[in-house]
Structure formats: structure tokens, C-alpha cells
């Protein structure tokens, strides 16, 4: 069986995929393999590339609810309105020209039957089949392995309890209460640090939120340094940060985007052993809640973080049953081995959608919306246009 991805970029911090075909490539890289597997943002431009007659099946993650995770990012306004709905046509495509559909949770799967429903793929054709599949992400079978930390003792005095914040700090987390909660940790455990490991997220938003951070740390560190900032860890490597973590914390948002979410750093915090303070709100954290992995916050108030962290930093016994509770909770729900069956199983027997015949009718349907949005686009330059005139004429 051939698979098509898209080329690969690597550079020094993470592997990004990045799409370098153009459309005549894309349309000779369909027909020559046997499933294509996409992104939703590949997916649309895919979907723009055009799709020839005879294709092999695609299969589309709709993991990332983009629609509902721009939304914190997006300032109101006309043109978040505007950003909004670029990001609803992009799921448009995506629904349109896949063929299987994989999500990481229940929630996820019912969001995008809802997407699918909207843009027509629910139908007479379809409703007898079984389009979309549970895929989380998943975890190696084995543990991880606690090569010498990469902290302690370096870093971080040797003898210090490690609180780890792994991973980026995007609009929809919550670092800050973390570092207000520090000096009620601290009171209670003098020898807490805090450890924020590839915190930085330049690449993909600008850099006010981790500004923000580090002055809160500034504070903090004023007399002894208890917030420490380190670089991302290479992949392959990153069993290594939590041999160092006492405990590791994760919060976010409450609201829609927390529900449909699918947290992967709280699913390899759970694979590397390491006991867990995070946010309710998803089928994850109630997992996690369930098997008593960590603690679930419904509050994010100083005292009522500092306290769940303080829980498992003075109380070893507990520390290391979650610690053990999180390794088992990840090996029996999202070892690979088990998470990519429904993926294997299509891949193995690859199938066009039942509605594939349909394509054109939608493909005439999505020049319809198309024009659309250029006519709403119109619409709100002339209005903007409007206001600035009486604007400026208000000012004589």
C-alpha cells in the first residue's frame, strides 16, 4: 500500500509539515497512492487544487476544532467576523473531499458530524455509514525511559520539587494562576520550583502572552530564582523532563473550546508518570479524574491551585500511586497499538464515500457560498469605508 503525506520540514525545535505541491502534483500524488491521509488545513487546499476523477479515498483528521480555537485569539470586530468565517470555509473543503474522517474524542466526533451535516455529507448516500472514527493520539507500548533528568541539578537545585508546566502557552491556556499561585506554595513548600519546558510559541502567535510570564516571574525571582524557562526538548527525548517533575500542571479556559479540545501534552504527562493538576471540562480530565491520575480544578484561584499542587508535592505516598495510576491510564487507552485500529482497518480495505457522485453538485454548491462570502466581504469594506468618511467629516 502507498501512503501520501506531504514533505517534511525539520528544523532544530520540531518537525512541521509544511505543503510544497503544486496542483498538478497534488492531483498526480492522488492517483498514484492508495490512501491519502490529510490534515484539515491540507485538506482544503487540496480541496482549492481541485480533485481529479479518479482518486484513492481520503482520509481527513478533524483532531484541531479551529473554528471554535480561534476564537479566544480573535479580538470583536468585522474582521473577526471576517477571520471567522475564512476558518468556517476551511472546514468546508475538508468536508467536502474526504472520504473517512478520524477525531480524537467523542465530543470531537459529534462536532464533526455536525460540520459534515452543515456542509451536506449527511445524507440519504451516507446515513447508513460509518464515516468518522475515534483516533486519539497516542503513546509508545513501553514507559518511558528516565535517562539521567535534564534539570536538576543543572538548572534547577538538585534538591528541589519540581512543578513542570510542559509545552506552548497559546490564547486558550491559563499559565497565569500558576504563577499567582506560587507564593502560597512556596509558603507551604520553600524548595518548589517552577519549571515552564518550550513555553514559547513565536512561531505561531506573537510573543505578549510569554512577555506577560516572565514578568510575573521577574517578581517571583526577586531575591532566589523559583520560575525557570527552558527550551523545548526534542521529541524523542522528552520522557527525560519528567523524570525531574514532581508534579506537572496544565490549565486552561473554561468553554466550548476546552470541551471539544483533546489535550496531547495531558496524555503524555499521563505516559511519562507523572501526576497531573489540570482543568475539568473534557472527556480527558474526566479520565484522568476517574483513575485518579491527578486533580481536576473547576476554580483557578490562587488558593485553590496552590492547594491541589501543595496535595502532591507533600504527600509522596499519593504521588507515587498517580504517578502509577497515569502509566496505566495511558498504556490501557492510548497505547498505538490499540488508538489506530479504526485507521489500520480503513487503510487496509481503502473506500470511496458512499456519496462520492455527489462531488460536483457540492462542488457547485461551495461556488455558491463562495460568492457569498465575496459579496459579505464587499459589503463590510463599503461599511468600513462609510465610517471612516463620517468620521472624518465629523471633524469639521
Partial sequence: MQLFHPPVRQDAN??????????????????????????????????????????????????????????????????????????????????????????A????????????SAWGRINTHTFSSDMIAVV????????PSFEPGLFKGRVIPPDSRVILWPGGVFAWYCPVPVLNAMTHVLARCPDARLLFVGASNEAFEPGAKMRDLHALADRLNHSTKRVFFEPAVPYAERGRIYADADVAISLFRQGLENELSFRTRLVDILWGGCPVVTTTGSSLTAL???????????????????????????????????????????????????VVTPLHEFCSEP?????RNMFPARQFLSRTTRLRRQLRDTLLRCRRRLRRARSQSSLF
Avoid at 82 to 103: N, S
Fill in 351 to 355: 473506500r470511496p464515500a458512499p456519496d
Fill in 136 to 143: 486519539p493520539t497516542g503513546v509508545p507500548a513501553i514507559s
Fill in 14 to 103: 520540531r518537525t512541521t509539515h509544511r505543503p510544497r505541491l503544486s496542483a498538478e502534483e497534488w492531483r498526480q500524488a492522488v492517483i498514484e497512492k492508495d490512501v491519502v491521509v490529510l490534515s484539515t488545513n491540507l485538506a482544503q487546499r487540496a480541496y482549492r487544487n481541485g480533485v481529479p476523477e479518479r482518486r484513492c479515498p481520503i482520509v481527513v483528521d478533524m483532531f484541531d476544532p479551529s473554528l471554535v480555537g480561534i476564537i479566544p485569539s480573535l479580538a470583536a470586530g468585522e474582521f473577526a467576523d471576517i477571520e471567522l468565517e475564512r476558518f468556517r470555509l476551511r472546514t468546508q473543503g475538508a468536508c467536502q473531499i474526504g472520504d473517512y474522517f478520524i477525531c
Fill in 288 to 338: 484522568i479524574h476517574a483513575t485518579n491520575s491527578g486533580i481536576s480544578l473547576d476554580c483557578h484561584s490562587p488558593e485553590t491551585v496552590a492547594g491541589a499542587l501543595c496535595q502532591i508535592l507533600e504527600n509522596p505516598v499519593l504521588r507515587a500511586r498517580m504517578s502509577a495510576n497515569g502509566q496505566r491510564c495511558a498504556n490501557d487507552n492510548f497505547a498505538w497499538d490499540k
Fill in 105 to 116: 474524542s467523542a465530543e470531537q466526533r459529534l462536532w464533526t458530524l455536525g460540520l459534515l
